[in-house]
């Protein structure tokens, strides 16, 4: 399960949605979900659906955003913490198969 957590109130234009309190930030990162989903991308979790709204006084962040993105898990290996201790040949190679995943 991948948490994003931002603990300080999302600035910015929250006009992506009318329905939904979202900010650009949000919007991009859901719809670069929908997009890698709906293209079929083996190579990143698929997006299930995604929860939004605004907090009130009494939540942690009054006035923030909390959005929870639900993905699939997949299996394999984090690249995150290992990444970086790849040669720059197997760096690039993981760059290139990510950019072909994405188009």
Known sequence: M???AQMAPWTGDTSCADY??????IFRELSVLEKLTEGGC????RFIDFLAFEQDDDDPVPDGYFVVFLLEK????????IFSEF???KRNRVRIAFAKAFR
């Open 20 to 25: 939904l309190p979202i900010t650009q930030e």
């Open 2 to 4: 991948k948490i994003k």
């Open 42 to 45: 083996s190579s990143t979790p």
């Open 87 to 89: 040669s720059l040949e």
């Open 74 to 81: 997949l299996p394999g290996v984090n690249l995150e913490r």
